[in-house]
């Protein structure tokens, strides 16, 4: 026993150095690697923590309004054959005069509605509506073959439209509003025409302020007396 210890104490012993050599430069490596990728995924850990974290807030913060308009199965030929996948149409409001759509693809359903939606809210524009319900003008849209007009409406009137164009309506929150589609029923051309037509909307504000004037003025010019317009322009609140 004693002449093995001797052996492997000494330091001429080449397996004994070997072996130590090894197993110390091994040691503090798989520290230090460890230690590393610890540390990389941590703090890439905390950053997609607080990413994931303001995301919630902001859905926590603002509650949209999500219509699938339409679903199309596309597909792609490949060498071995055909790769089929999916195409949505997604529109997304606010319900009080925000909304947007969005067009996403992929290999399932449930991914392309996500890639729809984050498209939809990422193109969201605000339309000046009146008394929070309805249009305050009439307005045309076109887009290719889609034509679409939109109009005014009293109240108890409700959403005049169909397919996609009553998806839009109901995100903005318009409640009361008469329309009319002509040419292609393809709903990508008629969303597009939609919201070209909603572009166009100005609100009697906007235009007193770029004009100089006051909003009873501009309302007195239809004919109505002065309390009239008065009444209307404050009713105005955008």
């Keep these: 026993m004693a002449d093995e ?11 004994a150095v070997e072996g130590g050599e090894q197993t110390e430069g091994r040691g503090p490596g798989r520290g230090r690697g460890r230690g590393g990728d610890r540390n990389r995924g941590e703090r890439g850990g905390r950053g997609r923590r607080d990413d ?19 679903i199309n199965r596309v597909s792609k030929t490949v060498k071995g054959g055909k790769r089929f996948g999916f195409a949505a149409l997604v529109v997304v409001g606010d319900g009080k005069g925000r909304a947007g759509f969005g067009h996403g693809k992929a290999r399932e359903v449930p991914e392309a509605i996500s890639k729809a939606t984050a498209s939809a809210k990422k193109a969201m524009v605000r339309v000046p509506l009146k008394e929070g319900r309805t249009l305050h003008h009439d307005g045309k849209g ?5 034509k679409v007009t ?13 397919g996609p164009m009553r998806a839009v309506f109901e995100s903005l929150g318009v409640a009361d509003v008469v329309t009319k589609s ?3 029923s393809n709903p990508y051309n008629m969303i597009r025409a939609t919201f070209e037509a909603l572009g166009e909307q100005v609100s009697p504000k906007a235009v007193a302020q770029r004009r100089g004037k006051k909003v009873a003025d501009l309302l007195r010019r239809g004919g109505a007396s002065a309390e009239v317009a008065q009444a209307d322009a404050e009713a105005i609140a955008e």
């Design 5 to 15: 210890n001797d052996i492997q104490a000494q330091p001429g012993a080449p397996a």
């Design 52 to 70: 994931r974290r303001g995301n919630r807030d902001e859905e926590q913060g603002e509650e949209l309004i999500e219509k699938l308009v339409h």
């Design 142 to 146: 076109h887009f290719g073959a889609g």
């Design 150 to 162: 939109v109009r005014s409406a009293p109240a108890g009137t409700g959403i005049i439209a169909g």
């Design 182 to 184: 002509n040419g292609t």
